[in-house]
């Protein structure tokens, strides 16, 4: 197993270890102050990894689809409640993903990727460099799912 998609894959258990007990509901929540709610980042999670890795090297995201993506890439924002069925679906991705990924790398199909710079200013050249930027991003995430749940939690004491 490649270590960083280990790493990855290690992040998204506590992820989801995080929410299992949050509803539908808290899950679709957008607290005051945030322009985005949990589900809406753990499904983030799949879309950005599917464009850095798959996009960036010219090729089809194998894992989701384009409305997908459009969803949940970067600057897009939750524009729709979440079903129960559509947040099973959103973390069965989670993991296929990774598999994907990992089956992907292992055949070596990343060879035409076009070098980009982050948000956060870092340069990746290639799918090495991509794959090491995602246990970053996908930290951020899981501190942002962090902060989110404690808001929403925090209105059951009240």
Request: with cysteine; proline share 4%.
């Amino acid at each position: 197993m490649h270590p960083q998609i280990a790493t990855i894959r290690k992040t998204r258990e506590a992820l989801l270890n995080l929410i299992k007990d949050l509803s539908t509901e808290e899950l679709n929540e957008i607290p005051a102050g945030f322009n985005n709610n949990i589900i809406w980042n753990v499904a983030h999670l799949t879309a950005a990894q599917q464009g850095v890795c798959y996009f960036r090297a010219g090729l089809k995201m194998p894992v989701i689809t384009e409305d997908y993506f459009k969803a949940y890439k970067p600057e897009s924002k939750p524009e729709k409640v979440v079903s129960a069925e559509a947040v099973e679906e959103i973390k069965t991705l989670l993991f296929a993903s990774l598999d994907q990924l990992e089956k992907d790398y292992a055949q070596n199909i990343f060879t035409n990727y076009t070098p980009w710079t982050t948000r956060y200013g870092v340069d990746i050249k290639n799918i090495d460099e991509a794959i090491a930027f995602l246990p970053f991003h996908e930290g951020l995430h899981l501190g942002y799912v962090m902060a989110l749940k404690r808001v929403v939690k925090s209105k059951e004491l009240v």
